[in-house]
Nanobody, 123 residues
Framework: VQLQASGGGLAQAGGSLRLSCVVF????????MAWFRRAPGKERDFVSA????????SYADSVKGRFTISRDNTKNTMYLQMNSLRPEDTAVYYC?????????????????WGQGTQVTVSS
């Protein structure tokens, strides 16, 4: 299984970006998936997660109300719509997948990771 993240770039504060994460390989599985991010000089932190069917989502407090996670299992793709971006959202964003359908805020649950996509928000 391989994950490919894309959609990062440069945005102004208050702007929007949409990240995508495509799953290649065992695409028949309904993986629990998540987004994490690593800001410069910081640990990698949980951002959002979505269960295998898309029926349940979770968010870090710092992004609630601004970011929306979704998935299209017909396209083997997960998305992160990021609105009202702030300079503190600047980070490398990573997508991750669990071989089961569950999700967690802990990185240890996830078996597969994408390469990361850079998001930079200017003030």
């Amino acid at each position: 299984v391989q994950l490919q993240a894309s959609g990062g770039g440069l945005a102004q504060a208050g702007g929007s970006l949409r990240l995508s994460c495509v799953v290649f390989g065992r695409t028949g599985n309904r993986y629990g998936m998540a987004w994490f991010r690593r800001a410069p000089g910081k640990e990698r932190d949980f951002v959002s997660a979505i269960t295998g069917t898309g029926g349940s989502t979770s968010y870090a407090d710092s992004v609630k109300g601004r970011f929306t996670i979704s998935r299209d299992n017909t396209k083997n793709t997960m998305y992160l719509q990021m609105n009202s971006l702030r300079p503190e959202d600047t980070a490398v964003y990573y997508c991750a997948a669990n071989t089961g359908s569950a999700t967690s805020t802990s990185q240890r649950l996830y078996d597969y990771w994408g390469q990361g996509t850079q998001v930079t928000v200017s003030s």
